[in-house]
């Protein structure tokens, strides 16, 4: 027999709108929500008190690697082990409300998907990239490793000439990925490239955004420097991943183009914490950190007055400071930086479920979508640290956090 469950809380986020709802009910059958309103009845009420009730969370750019240090990303431990530990993270992300992630690069993620979807292990919806497409010496080669053992990766696939780059994608989507992930420019992580240097030429981006989309598949570009992204983004790639130093040109050609922008912005904090405190990472690293963080602020607010969409994505991947479960820091850390809290919202939930083409199913608190749904201690509109004090999850109509009572 289908049980019909309310949930009643003292707000309702509105995310179009922008307002919190007040005497507003959400009613959910099987998977879906299928009504809200005032006075609504079900075979079971669940009491919420005074929190707030959100649509489930977005992460659309994380790496589910199961590393837990620094010195790791040179030299792993055992698979097995690293696979362990991401399912172990997939159970903590979903309890801290994020219901639908995106993984944007690894080989792990493919596996993770089916074992969530199958109901082996608890997780959110995983879209994954796979391994990530890179010239050669580019931000996702290895650097550290002898060349033809860096093309032997699974978690890369170093490619250089358009044909080459087609192939790619078609490999890339042989292995089972959702999108297909590039770099467009070096990064900040990678020694021996920076930030600031443009990746592939125009031709290579073109061929793969093509194949990409020819095959039913967004591409999402690692583009940190102007020159990168608007390589990218004149090629027709969907998101910009990180775009650190954006100026008009970058700014205008996405908003012409709808490019979606995931601004990666926490990671100015993790920048910030490990300029000034002594964290293992090498002084290369840390000179560009710098640079980076400087230019990321305006960044993040020239995008947002321009109207470009913002989705959030963390960028954890399982070390200190960057750890799943903590992946509510992106929101607030735009908020903190300067962007309007529902913006934020926004990014966290509608924008980023637009993304991944779930609008229609998710992202907001209506009738017809799935009751992927969060509550939360206190109202995130005025005080957006609210989204770390999460109480009660559901995804898909099945509780994962117990609602706690109300004090």
């Excluded at 999108?179 to 290579?204: L, W």
């Excluded at 926004?346 to 637009?354: D, G, I």
Aim: proline residues 5%; charged residues 25%.
């Amino acid at each position: 027999m289908t049980v019909t469950t309310v949930l009643r809380a003292a707000r309702v986020l509105d995310v179009p709108a922008g307002t919190m709802l007040t005497g507003v009910e959400v009613k959910v059958r099987d998977d879906m929500i299928v009504e809200v309103g005032p006075d609504l009845t079900g075979d079971l009420v669940v009491d919420l008190g005074d929190r707030t009730l959100l649509p489930g969370f977005f992460d659309v750019h994380l790496h589910l690697t199961g590393v837990r240090a620094h010195a790791e990303e040179i030299r792993a431990p055992e698979t097995d082990i690293l696979a362990v530990r991401a399912a172990r993270d997939c159970e903590t992300l979903l309890a801290a409300g994020f219901t639908t992630v995106r993984d944007c690069g690894g080989v792990t993620a493919l596996h993770l998907r089916t074992l969530i979807a199958e109901g082996t292990i608890r997780g959110p919806r995983i879209f994954a990239a796979g391994p990530v497409l890179c010239q050669t010496g580019g931000h996702a080669d290895q650097h550290h490793l002898p060349p033809a053992e860096a093309r032997r990766s699974r978690e890369s696939l170093i490619v250089d000439g358009p044909w080459a780059c087609r192939a790619a994608v078609r490999e890339a989507v042989r292995m089972g990925a959702d999108f297909i992930k590039i770099c467009t420019t070096g990064g900040v992580s990678s020694e021996r490239d920076h930030p600031k240097d443009a990746h592939y030429t125009a031709e290579e981006v073109e061929a793969i955004v093509d194949e990409a989309h020819r095959l039913g598949r967004k591409v999402a570009s690692h583009a940190q420097g102007r020159n990168g992204v608007l390589t990218a983004v004149r090629a027709g790639v969907d998101s910009i991943e990180h775009g650190y130093f954006l100026d008009e040109e970058c700014v205008t050609e996405m908003a012409t183009r709808g490019t979606v922008y995931v601004p990666t912005f926490d990671l100015k904090t993790f920048f910030e914490r490990t300029v000034t405190t002594d964290h293992g990472l090498p002084e290369w690293r840390v000179i560009k950190q710098r640079e980076a963080m400087t230019a990321m602020r305006e960044s993040l607010l020239l995008a947002h007055r321009t109207g470009i969409q913002i989705a959030t994505g963390s960028d954890y991947y399982g070390v200190p400071l960057r750890a799943h479960g903590n992946n509510a820091d992106e929101p607030i850390a735009m908020v903190r930086d300067g962007l309007p809290p529902i913006e934020a919202l926004r990014a966290l939930t509608v924008n980023s479920a637009r993304l991944l083409d779930l609008d229609d199913l998710t992202g907001t608190i209506a009738a017809g979508k799935w009751a992927d749904l969060v509550a939360v201690d206190g109202d995130p509109l005025t005080d957006i640290e609210a989204l770390r004090r999460v109480a009660f999850v559901m995804q898909a109509g099945i509780p994962i956090r117990e609602p706690a009572r109300a004090a």
